[in-house]
């Protein structure tokens, strides 16, 4: 390998310019993709509960949706994210009940 493809190599796979940059980003990286595997599961065992709780509802008569939650929902994900965490609350809720 040469000089010149070792000092690329960073810039291609992380856009840094060092090795050093590189090396973090890439551990970064790393532990990124180690938590967002953890919140894929956490989200398909919330999608299990929510169908638990769906099916519940309508076998005992009630209706297949609760808006009062999901708008106390909609209310934490606004207050912990902004804007943006209403729409990953719409989404979280839409994967759980499916749409409305």
């Known amino acids: 390998m040469t000089a010149t493809t070792t000092a690329q190599a960073p810039t291609e ?12 980003i890439g551990d970064a990286r790393e532990r990124i993709d180690a ?15 929510s169908a ?4 519940t509802r309508i076998a ?9 939650r999901e708008m106390e929902i909609l209310s934490t994900y606004n207050g912990a994210f902004g804007k943006p965490g209403t729409a990953l ?3 979280l809720l839409e ?3 499916g749409r409305i």
């Open 13 to 24: 796979t992380t856009g840094a310019r060092t090795e050093q940059a590189a090396s973090l």
């Open 35 to 49: 938590l967002d595997n953890r919140i894929i599961g956490l989200i398909r065992e919330r999608i299990a509960f």
């Open 52 to 55: 638990m709780i769906q099916d």
């Open 60 to 68: 005992s008569g009630g209706r297949r949706v609760n808006l009062s």
């Open 89 to 91: 609350a719409m989404t």
């Open 95 to 97: 994967l759980g009940r």
